[in-house]
């Protein structure tokens, strides 16, 4: 395996991924869109970039025609600013199509198509629909909610059709909240937290819908700063967890799925190592930055734990996104340093 064919080579996997794999040895060949603000990203690195759009298929048949494999990245996060729900779904989920189409016709040769989907496939994080159990593992029920979920669940769904139809050496992966560098600052703060449980209002299905909700998003919002780290617990005195992805984890979970013979035909987690709780991460940023934490009693917890069991025994997953690597490396970009992550 010695080229490999990079969608949304420009984006927050994308541009990591590309770096690791050339780092790897790999010859690169690299979509980019039209016009793309982020084209600044591959700059001056040794590899063939293709501009263009998913929705020609001639086009994705000259993308495949000469690899021997496809990581598959390119993806909208969710309709930007004057774009409609019919466009934003023929980007998502026609453009994969297309790409996949062309790549089962050298189903023979073609070594593996790696996948992106997204944990959106799940109900992750108990806000928007109640999980079934925690963590949730690759086996969990498909409950997608909203039009970027749905899109995700039928390109998995296409993947594994043309996988079991014709043959293609398939595997996807599901990241979880995907940052790179400093993003993941935000994730931690008041306002992150008010706007969760604001979410939860008039969600009955959500895990976190309870009567008491706007008393305790009136305490957030008058005691508190929205930039202010905070430790949320429950009744019981539990707080808050969630185990997003760091975007080097996931360019390493790519590279595994690429060249682990036992990734054929399987989905896989990406995470960090383990949850962070809320308590650790606003005590630690208190430390580093001199933040004041605000510690709240909340009527409900909210509960992201992606579990990544599976790809670690698998596939030899092995994410490096410790606290002190996630949040020294951010703190790092915030303060305009270099850093080893390509940011969004």
Same mark, same amino acid.
């Given at each position: 395996? =010695?080229?490999?064919?990079?969608? /949304?080579?420009? /984006?927050?996997?994308?541009?990591?991924?590309?770096?690791?794999?050339?780092?790897?040895?790999?010859?690169?060949?690299?979509?980019?869109i039209?016009?793309?603000?982020?084209?600044s990203?591959?700059?001056?690195?040794?590899?063939?970039?293709?501009?263009?759009?998913?929705?020609?298929?001639?086009?994705c048949?000259?993308?495949?025609?000469?690899?021997? #494999?496809?990581?598959?990245?390119a993806?909208?996060?969710?309709?930007?600013?004057?774009?409609?729900?019919?466009?934003?779904?023929?980007?998502?989920?026609?453009?994969?199509?297309?790409?996949? *189409?062309?790549?089962?016709?050298?189903? *023979?040769?073609?070594?593996?198509?790696?996948?992106i989907?997204?944990?959106? !496939?799940?109900?992750?994080?108990?806000?928007?629909?109640?999980?079934?159990?925690?963590?949730?593992?690759?086996?969990?029920?498909?409950? +997608?909610?909203?039009?970027?979920?749905?899109?995700?669940?039928?390109?998995?769904?296409?993947?594994?059709?043309?996988?079991?139809?014709h043959?293609?050496?398939?595997?996807?992966?599901?990241?979880?909240?995907?940052?790179?560098?400093?993003?993941?600052? @935000?994730?931690?703060?008041? /306002?992150? !937290?008010?706007?969760l449980?604001?979410?939860?209002?008039?969600?009955?299905? @959500?895990?976190?819908?309870? +009567?008491?909700?706007?008393?305790?998003?009136n305490?957030?919002?008058?005691d508190?700063?929205?930039?202010?780290?905070?430790?949320?617990?429950?009744?019981?005195?539990?707080?808050?967890?969630?185990? +997003?992805?760091?975007?080097?984890?996931?360019?390493?979970?790519?590279?595994?799925?690429?060249?682990?013979? #036992?990734?054929?035909?399987?989905?896989? =987690?990406?995470?960090?190592?383990?949850?962070?709780?809320?308590?650790?991460? $606003?005590?630690?940023?208190?430390?580093?930055?001199?933040?004041?934490?605000?510690?709240?009693?909340?009527?409900?917890?909210?509960?992201?734990?992606?579990?990544?069991?599976?790809?670690?025994?698998?596939?030899?997953y092995?994410?490096?996104?410790?606290?002190?690597?996630?949040?020294?490396?951010?703190? $790092?970009?915030?303060?305009?340093?270099?850093?080893?992550?390509?940011?969004?």
């Open positions: 395996m =010695n080229k490999i064919l990079i969608t /949304g080579a420009t /984006g927050r996997l994308g541009a990591n991924l590309t770096r690791q794999l050339l780092e790897r040895g790999y010859a690169i060949k690299a979509l980019a039209p016009d793309d603000p982020k084209r990203k591959l700059d001056g690195l040794d590899i063939e970039i293709i501009t263009g759009d998913l929705r020609n298929q001639e086009l048949a000259d993308l495949v025609a000469d690899v021997d #494999a496809v990581i598959h990245t993806n909208i996060l969710g309709p930007p600013s004057g774009m409609d729900g019919n466009t934003f779904f023929d980007i998502n989920v026609k453009g994969t199509f297309y790409l996949l *189409d062309e790549a089962a016709q050298r189903a *023979d040769v073609l070594e593996r198509f790696v996948h989907s997204s944990d959106a !496939v799940y109900p992750m994080g108990n806000h928007h629909i109640a999980s079934c159990y925690q963590p949730i593992d690759e086996l969990h029920p498909k409950r +997608p909610s909203g039009l970027y979920a749905l899109t995700k669940m039928i390109n998995e769904q296409t993947v594994e059709s043309y996988h079991i139809s043959g293609l050496q398939t595997t996807m992966i599901r990241p979880a909240g995907m940052f790179a560098g400093k993003e993941i600052l @935000s994730r931690w703060t008041v /306002g992150f !937290v008010t706007g449980l604001r979410s939860a209002i008039n969600e009955h299905k @959500s895990g976190l819908h309870h +009567p008491d909700l706007e008393e305790t998003i305490r957030l919002q008058s508190a700063h929205p930039n202010q780290p905070c430790a949320p617990r429950d009744p019981q005195g539990r707080p808050w967890l969630y185990s +997003p992805s760091d975007a080097r984890d996931v360019a390493h979970a790519c590279i595994c799925a690429l060249e682990h013979p #036992a990734a054929v035909g399987e989905a896989f =987690n990406a995470a960090i190592p383990r949850p962070f709780s809320f308590d650790e991460v $606003a005590a630690y940023l208190a430390t580093r930055r001199g933040d004041s934490i605000f510690e709240i009693d909340v009527p409900v917890r909210w509960v992201y734990w992606s579990d990544i069991r599976k790809a670690k025994s698998l596939i030899g092995q994410p490096q996104g410790e606290l002190e690597r996630v949040f020294d490396t951010a703190l $790092a970009h915030e303060a305009g340093e270099t850093v080893d992550v390509i940011p969004a």
